[in-house]
């Protein structure tokens, strides 16, 4: 086939079917390399299938796989995804296997020199979930999904690619579910749309080879289990990082950050973190502070930590053009910028204007951008937040037709970047950038400050981006279509392996309503990672940016989230033991339940709360539909049976949600930073008869909990009695009262110690 060269040759290229039925595929041209393996991974059966070209003589290098030793607690292997508890051994080895029919009947085949097509068998009932972060609702079948990390910011319903890209694809088929993960960072598209004979495919434009896994038949839960065995998992976050983060592109100066702190304090608004749009540099040049607007920012950060707030800081990848810069001097001496085919320096315009972009993907860049983060930890900033690393150029559409059904020559991938393997073009590896930027700046905090766990929070990722950050979902707008999309496409972040993830509360662009800000906390307060953040030209939305009553809302919504503050943590500690999101579909823990499969407007945050949200404007009341069991109304009141529909009225105040009767859950009262968090008492409360909980703690900033050195009591409540059984001790936490609290009477509990 003719190699196409420009966009017109694209145009052109459309008219060549590359899907569809078995008679319209193009001809296989393979001839390379290719093995199938298998293992048992975290008791699912995995299936390894690798394909390399002719002249590279084996498997290709894996890119989000951690080929790390599970066997025994934490491991402290490069990639660092260590699983936390003994039960959750997931040594494996893969065995070569021949097998006659793959699973789901996948064939897979070279279509031409830079495309690879698979084809998969995709039964009409069946529903589609995972791929990351797709604009769309839970059941992501019926449309074309791109996998491409590429910056919009118009989320309407036709965008396809966004942010992030995490090729495994969740399918559940008859109550079993089954996966597939393509660990390729080219670009991908898969098709799941249902008028090809019951087929799927996915098309990947590279030149390389790739290797693809295939989970089967097994429970959601441990389908998590096993992908983020492969993948990784999260560590904890530091505590503070779960509390509120106040943001706003930008606050301008000095003085302002600190009013809208000192504002929190005064409305006795809780807040943990005052975040730092791009304003905050010099001419947005990365790792330097305005001299003007803020020209004592070591005092201000002080200021803010004596108020106990923390302090988290952008950065972009876009080094700007300045011969007198340090960072791009530096850069440039040792040749660690990205270059194009020619050979030339590769420059692009982002904020601070003509820009070189560091190639994350090397090893010695990686280390040199950890290192520079030392002018955060000097300035005490405690967070970093990762912006435009798709990478993201100012006035530029999407760099590859998303249509292209071939992958353009070197000279027109932008870029070139280097891999383990060599030189390669930047669309070969693009879905990377984003993911080894963030591991950079990981790695960075890890080394600068050892004794803290870093946060960081990145726009762009690929599978296995939960090891070293958090991830927002970029550009949304302050629209309550945005805000029910919000529950789908977190849902599907979190089944992809990512937990700790979050939306805009009160949208990104356009301008917030009073209405919707109430709205949205009430959602927000649910989301793991929970900031309040805004465009430029949007109206404000602080918290009492609009009246009295929706400033009393906002604080009750965050009080509560900050009440539940030692269950979040629980829900953090489950997912670095099994790999399960925090906020979960319910079909996780009702997988018979057929009425709940496809329902996204309500969501599980844990096992013991049902979230069911508000999502439409002027709405007071809405069917909510409860599992199997006993709900409690998260505000009180009577408890409703399951397995049915109900109509519930939330007003602009209540917390929309359920509790399941037979939980027990840690409450911490309310404290306006989790600087307070350790000295707060903590109680109990037990919902129903007979209940169970967990509660565990440890010094929710440090790495010592993967030594043993924390604490974990099973909590039981059973003939009126409440009783809490010793699981681990390895934390000596400073004292603190702790209480039991059943049908509203409150009791103190002694917890046993070592
Ligand atoms: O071109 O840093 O998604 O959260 O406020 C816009 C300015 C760049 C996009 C991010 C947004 C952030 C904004 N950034």
């Known amino acids: 086939m003719k190699q196409l060269e420009s966009p017109t040759d694209w145009l052109e290229a459309r008219k060549i079917k590359t899907r569809g039925r078995e008679d319209q595929r193009p001809a296989n041209i393979f001839q390379g390399g290719w093995q199938v393996e298998t293992a048992e991974v975290q008791g699912v059966q995995v299936v390894k299938l690798s394909a390399w070209l002719k002249g590279t003589d084996s498997a290709p290098q894996s890119y989000a796989v951690v080929e790390a030793d599970f066997g025994d607690g934490a491991s402290d292997s490069e990639n660092g995804s260590a699983?936390?508890?003994?039960?959750?051994?997931?040594?494996?080895?893969?065995?070569?296997?021949?097998?006659?029919?793959?699973?789901?009947?996948?064939?897979?085949?070279?279509?031409?020199?830079?495309?690879?097509?698979?084809?998969?068998?995709?039964?009409?009932?069946?529903?589609?979930?995972?791929?990351?972060?797709?604009?769309?609702?839970?059941?992501?079948?019926?449309?074309?999904?791109?996998?491409?990390?590429?910056?919009?910011?118009?989320?309407?319903?036709?965008?396809?690619?966004l942010y992030k890209s995490i090729p495994f694809l969740i399918i559940r088929h008859q109550s079993q579910y089954h996966g597939i993960f393509l660990d390729s960072p080219a670009r991908q598209r898969w098709s799941l749309d249902v008028d090809l004979d019951e087929t799927a495919g996915i098309e990947?434009?590279?030149?390389?080879?790739?290797?693809?896994?295939?989970?089967?038949?097994?429970?959601?839960?441990?389908?998590?289990?096993?992908?983020?065995?492969?993948?990784?998992?999260?560590?904890?976050?530091?505590?503070?990082?779960?509390?509120?983060?106040?943001?706003?592109?930008?606050?301008?100066?000095?003085?302002?950050?600190?009013?809208?702190?000192?504002?929190?304090?005064?409305?006795?608004?809780?807040?943990?973190?005052?975040?730092?749009?791009?304003?905050?540099?010099?001419?947005?040049?990365?790792?330097?502070?305005s001299p003007d607007r803020f020209a004592n920012f070591k005092d201000m950060v002080s200021r803010l930590q004596d108020n106990k707030f923390r302090v988290v800081a952008i950065v972009d990848p876009g080094v700007k053009k300045d011969a007198k810069y340090f960072v791009y001097r530096d850069g440039k001496k040792h040749d660690y910028f990205c270059k194009k085919a020619d050979g030339k320096t590769f420059y692009g315009k982002v904020w601070p204007g003509q820009s070189v972009f560091p190639d994350f993907l090397r090893e010695d860049v990686r280390l040199w951008w950890a290192a520079l983060h030392g002018f955060f930890i000097e300035n005490n900033i405690s967070g970093i937040w990762n912006d435009m690393n798709e990478p993201c150029l100012l006035g530029q559409g999407c760099p590859l037709p998303l249509d292209a059904i071939e992958l353009p020559k070197e000279h027109h991938q932008?870029?070139?970047?280097?891999?383990?393997?060599?030189?390669?073009?930047?669309?070969?590896?693009?879905?990377?950038?984003?993911?080894?930027?963030?591991?950079?700046?990981?790695?960075?905090?890890?080394?600068?400050?050892?004794?803290?766990?870093?946060?960081?929070?990145?726009?762009?990722?690929?599978?296995?981006?939960?090891?070293?950050?958090?991830?927002?979902?970029?550009?949304?707008?302050?629209?309550?279509?945005?805000?029910?999309?919000?529950?789908?496409?977190?849902?599907?972040v979190g089944l992809s392996g990512v937990p700790f993830c979050g939306v805009d509360v009160g949208g990104f662009g356009d301008d917030c309503t009073p209405e919707l800000l109430a709205r949205w906390y009430a959602v927000g307060m649910f989301y793991p990672f929970f900031r309040n953040h805004c465009s430029k030209v949007g109206a404000e939305q602080e918290p009492w940016a609009f009246s009295q009553r929706v400033e009393d809302s906002v604080r009750h919504f965050i009080e509560t989230r900050y009440q539940l503050l030692p269950y979040i943590r629980n829900l953090f500690w489950e997912h670095a033991r099994t790999g399960a999101p925090i906020m979960r579909p319910m079909i996780w823990?009702?997988?018979?339940?057929?009425?709940?499969?496809?329902?996204?407007?309500?969501?599980?945050?844990?096992?013991?709360?049902?979230?069911?949200?508000?999502l439409k404007r002027g709405q007071r009341e809405r069917s909510v539909y409860l599992p199997e069991g006993i709900w409690h109304p998260y505000e009180g009141g009577a408890p409703l049976l399951g397995g049915q529909l109900h109509k519930v009225a939330f007003e602009l105040d209540e917390v929309p949600a359920f509790v399941r009767d037979g939980a027990i859950i840690p409450f911490v009262d309310t404290i306006q930073s989790t600087d307070d968090y350790e000295l707060t008492p903590i109680t109990f409360k037990v919902w129903g008869d007979q209940a169970i909980g967990l509660y565990l703690d440890d010094d929710g900033i440090s790495f010592e909990y993967e030594e043993e050195g924390y604490n974990e009591w099973l909590l039981r409540f059973e003939d009126g009695e409440f009783r809490s059984d010793l699981v681990n001790f390895g934390y000596i936490a400073p004292e603190r009262d702790y209480f039991y609290e059943h049908n509203g009477k409150k009791q103190r509990v002694v917890l046993q110690r070592g």
Request: charged share 20%; net charge negative.
């Open 204 to 289: 990947l434009l590279s030149r390389r080879g790739w290797t693809m896994y295939m989970f089967s038949n097994t429970s959601l839960p441990d389908l998590l289990a096993s992908y983020t065995a492969l993948t990784g998992r999260s560590k904890l976050p530091p505590t503070w990082a779960l509390g509120h983060h106040q943001s706003r592109w930008s606050y301008p100066d000095e003085k302002t950050v600190l009013e809208v702190a000192q504002e929190f304090r005064a409305r006795k608004i809780p807040c943990d973190a005052i975040v730092l749009d791009i304003d905050y540099m010099d001419e947005y040049r990365v790792f330097t502070l």
């Open 589 to 614: 823990d009702y997988p018979e339940d057929h009425f709940a499969a496809e329902i996204d407007d309500q969501f599980l945050f844990g096992r013991d709360i049902l979230v069911t949200p508000i």
């Open 83 to 161: 699983v936390l508890s003994a039960d959750a051994n997931a040594a494996y080895s893969w065995t070569k296997a021949t097998l006659e029919k793959l699973p789901f009947n996948m064939e897979w085949q070279q279509s031409s020199e830079s495309r690879w097509n698979f084809y998969f068998n995709l039964p009409v009932e069946s529903v589609c979930m995972g791929l990351g972060e797709r604009l769309s609702g839970f059941n992501l079948r019926g449309r074309v999904h791109t996998l491409f990390n590429y910056s919009d910011d118009v989320h309407v319903p036709t965008l396809d690619p």
């Open 414 to 492: 932008l870029f070139m970047q280097h891999d383990g393997e060599g030189d390669v073009g930047h669309f070969e590896v693009r879905n990377l950038y984003g993911f080894q930027m963030s591991r950079s700046t990981y790695e960075g905090l890890r080394a600068l400050r050892p004794d803290e766990r870093p946060f960081v929070l990145t726009r762009a990722g690929y599978a296995g981006v939960q090891r070293y950050a958090a991830v927002w979902l970029g550009d949304n707008m302050s629209w309550w279509e945005h805000l029910a999309l919000s529950v789908p496409m977190l849902l599907n």
